[in-house]
């Protein structure tokens, strides 16, 4: 995921927005597209002139240009590529003004890989990680951010690890400012993808503090995604399930995305959740079950994702009292499983609560069934399946 300081998504001319706008162009605008055009290419000719200058206050204007010039234009990140040595460089001078340098760079690199890339092979990860530890809240900020947009490309991903940022960035998670943590917990989620690097954002301890932003965070929004995405990654480990249930409102924290995350976020919550009770469902079936997570379950299995339908049906199973097969005497339907975990919940709101959703959950389930026959009806011919038979033998059901 990219993020970028700047606000990429300003607002469009008329003729993008207004649909009564006519498409075509007349010839005053095919003019002045091809001067705005032209006035940009000379900008972007004038930055890279000014970028290689050896005056100090020259190469900071063409920082601030390249920055103005690569906020919202793709065409100019391309051209402006050239550009990424001298403004590393800059990162690396004391006397620079490093902030108007990583602000360049961080643009130019948002949705351009090659730039990432380049970035990352000029040698800016050095001073950009050494930011992370400035008393400049706002140089951290920016850091950030950059290790956030660059830790997007695959490619950059095990040299931005090795590179010792997962510690710092767990720091920030810990002590930086909410924007900071925020884009802290998305870069550790970039870079947990890469196979080599979960062991070692596992060993800076980060469970407590992703944690924290996952409690205050809104559970709907991308951070609270990335904070659980990151958890389901985590509990893989031993360690990483240990951390989360020994945390005050851990597990709590996980079950609340379940109910109100995004679809997204959601599937990672249970996907949680169901690593840990497959790990050791004696150690971890009753932290499971105690944050009352059978209502946001129920309602996965019939309105999440595939992947968390699935996932909801099989943790059902694992929370139950036995989580072997029943005999053809009590068949393992969804309902009885559900049933024999209401019945061992204690406390009347969280048995109430279950119960009600069990009744919903049935009741849209029957209603999908219907729909699916209804339709199956529709495409098959008289003698296969009769309309009328199928709906009124639904219907008295």
């Known amino acids: 995921m990219d993020r970028a300081t700047d606000n990429l998504s300003t607002t469009s001319s008329s003729s993008d927005t207004n649909p009564d706008t006519p498409r075509a162009c007349s010839p005053s605008s095919s003019s002045s597209f091809s001067s705005s055009s032209s006035s940009a290419s000379s900008a972007v000719h004038r930055a890279l002139h000014l970028i290689q200058s050896d005056d100090p206050d020259l190469k900071l204007e063409a920082a601030r240009e390249i920055r103005r010039l690569t906020k919202t234009s793709q065409r100019c990140r391309r051209q402006l590529g050239q550009a990424v040595q001298p403004l590393v460089l ?23 890989e090659k730039n990432k890339i380049k970035i990352v ?37 095990p040299f931005i690890s090795a590179s010792g940022a997962s510690p710092l960035l767990v720091e920030i998670l810990r002590y ?21 690097n979960l062991s070692i954002i596992l060993g800076t301890n980060p469970i407590p503090s992703i944690v924290d932003l996952l409690i205050f ?7 609270a995604e990335k904070c659980t995405s990151l958890i389901e990654s985590l509990v893989g480990f031993d360690e990483g399930r240990i951390a989360l249930t020994s945390e ?31 790990s050791d469902r004696c150690k971890y079936r009753e932290p499971i079950l105690r944050e009352g997570v059978i209502p946001g379950l129920l309602e996965l299995t019939v309105q999440g994702t595939p992947k968390s339908q699935t996932k909801a049906r099989t943790l059902l199973q694992l929370l139950r009292d036995s989580p072997y097969p029943r005999s053809e005497l009590q068949p393992d339907t969804l309902e009885n499983i559900v049933c024999n975990i209401i019945s061992q919940i204690d406390g009347d709101e969280q048995s109430g609560k279950a119960k009600k959703m069990l009744a919903e959950m049935v009741q849209v389930s029957m209603e999908q069934s219907l729909r699916h026959l209804q339709q199956r009806a529709l495409v098959c011919t008289p003698a296969d399946l009769p309309i009328a038979s199928v709906t009124s033998e639904v219907s008295s059901k």
């Not at 800059?90 to 351009?112: G, T």
């Not at 930011?131 to 830790?151: G, I, K, V």
């Not at 965070?217 to 951070?223: A, L, M, P």
Request: negative net charge.
């Open 217 to 223: 965070c809104k559970k709907s929004s991308k951070t």
């Open 90 to 112: 800059m990162l690396r001078s004391p006397d620079s003004d490093h902030e108007s340098a990583l602000l360049a760079l961080l643009n130019l690199a948002v949705k351009d």
């Open 248 to 278: 005050e409102g851990g597990v709590l924290a996980v079950v609340e995305v379940l109910e109100n995350g995004s679809l997204q976020a959601r599937e990672h919550a249970v996907g949680a959740l169901l690593t840990m009770c497959q």
């Open 176 to 196: 930086g400012s909410q924007q900071a943590k925020f884009d802290a917990v998305m870069a550790l989620s970039n870079l947990s993808t890469h196979p080599d």
């Open 121 to 157: 092979e000029a040698g800016a990860l050095e001073p950009i990680i050494s930011f992370l530890q400035s008393p400049d809240l706002n140089l951290q900020e920016y850091a950030a951010a950059a290790l956030l947009t660059l830790s997007a490309s695959s490619v950059n991903k």
